[in-house]
């Protein structure tokens, strides 16, 4: 039977993004899957406005049930968390289920280009570091990984800086790195470290001109399912580049790119 995955990511009501993304490309790879809403949100962010309910009392009283009925999972993905409370309250449930055997997957959404996004704030960057010090794979962009670490943001990093940032990562007690959207100075790449094999690798990928919400989660869902099938991380990281890759190629032409990319349309033609 394949793994029972749990993903704690926010809900979009138009758009595939957050888990309307990861719930099509782990269905297809054949996954059991469950999900608890961070939050309700009306469309994807990039069409200016938006409406968003905060779950975080639903989230209390699912998690109460489920440890009623006696519900466990194999392997826990988090993405978009909307508070500090809500952080601490992801972390303290992740913490137990990590210490009976449960896959802690974490991509720290909180920024991008340099910066937080909007209701960030640092009390809850250090929520963040508790959730990633229990994480057996943590997955932020270069941003989130500067903010995570303390460590300056650049336009441009060695391969060497960007190993730095992996190891102060892992110093926080993360396990095996995948940072994205790394610039190093002969282009972008991802950077990161197989605790499993105790190898670090630095993957260089074209950038493709085209914006879509929701390639970092495809990117994150790829990349699970396929070390969740028994890959090694580092090749799971190529595979999910190559479908990233591929599906923003199959769809640049998109007249509504706001949406994101339409997953169920595009996902028969790529080899997960």
């Keep these: ?94 913490k137990a289920q990590s210490e009976i055997g449960t896959k802690i997957f974490v991509d720290p959404i909180m920024g991008d280009d340099g910066k937080l996004y909007n209701g960030i704030t640092e009390a809850t960057v250090g929520h963040m570091r508790e959730l990633c010090s229990i994480a057996d794979y943590v997955l932020p962009n270069y941003t989130e990984a500067c903010f995570l670490t303390g460590i300056a943001s650049k336009e441009k990093v060695t391969v060497e800086e960007g190993f730095k940032i992996v190891d102060k990562l892992r110093e926080m007690g993360s396990g095996s790195v995948v940072i994205t959207s790394v610039y190093l100075e002969d282009g972008a790449a991802v950077v990161g470290y197989d605790m499993s094999l105790g190898d670090y690798f630095n993957i260089p990928f074209e950038y493709i001109p085209v914006r879509f919400p929701g390639t970092g989660d495809i990117f994150s869902a790829v990349l699970m399912g396929k070390v969740l099938s028994g890959w090694n991380l580092k090749d799971s990281v190529q595979k999910a580049m190559d479908i990233v890759s591929g599906l923003i190629r199959l769809n640049k032409d998109n007249v509504d790119k706001f949406k994101g990319i339409p997953i169920e349309a595009s996902i028969s033609s790529l080899d997960i």
């Design 1 to 94: 039977m394949k793994n029972q995955v749990l993903l704690i990511n926010d809900l979009p009501g138009y758009g595939k993004v957050a888990l309307s993304a990861m719930f099509p490309v782990l269905s297809h790879m054949g996954f059991n899957l469950y999900n608890l809403p961070t939050a309700l949100v009306s469309n994807t962010l990039d069409y200016g406005k938006f409406e968003i309910l905060d779950t975080t009392e639903y989230m209390k009283n699912s998690i109460k049930v489920w440890e009623q009925l006696g519900f466990g999972f194999d392997a826990i993905s988090t993405g978009f968390i909307v508070s500090g409370e809500q952080v601490k309250l992801v972390a303290e449930y992740c």
